[in-house]
């Protein structure tokens, strides 16, 4: 049973900062790629950022704003958000997927994600 365990929630003022973490053993393999999503009230999950054998993708609502990373000691893949805006406000999920498979491409798609954890709260206001 692969379990991934996401903290790092909370409750934010605009421009503020969160470090959200995602920790699973299977990180420990490397062709594992491991990615971001939110989803807000009344909206569709959407794709935050990935991180796949060291290359990072972002969405365009949160580039330059938001950094993913890895600690491979850890097991454990941060989102660090930056300049927080109100709608930013969302459940973050965090997912992963293997990239043995055939036709692999680079994906922020919600329906290419196998594992996901169980979100954490994120809520952006004064």
């Known amino acids: 049973q692969v379990q991934l365990r996401e903290s790092g929630g909370g409750l934010v003022q605009p421009g503020g900062s969160l470090r959200l973490s995602c920790a699973a053993s299977?990180?420990?393999?490397?062709?594992?790629?491991i990615a971001w999503f939110r989803q807000a009230p009344g909206k569709e999950r959407e794709g935050v950022s990935c991180i796949s054998s060291g290359s990072t993708t972002y969405a365009d609502s949160v580039k330059g704003r938001f950094t993913i990373s890895k600690d491979r000691a850890k097991n454990t893949v941060y989102l660090q958000m930056n300049s927080l805006k109100p709608e930013d406000t969302a459940v973050y999920y965090c997912?992963?997927?293997?990239?043995?498979?055939?036709?692999?491409?680079?994906?922020?798609?919600?329906?290419?994600?196998?594992?996901w954890g169980q979100g954490t709260q994120v809520t952006v206001s004064s």
């Open positions: 997912a992963t997927r293997s990239r043995l498979r055939p036709n692999y491409y680079p994906s922020l798609d919600v329906a290419d994600y196998t594992y």
């Open positions: 299977i990180f420990a393999a490397d062709y594992y790629d």
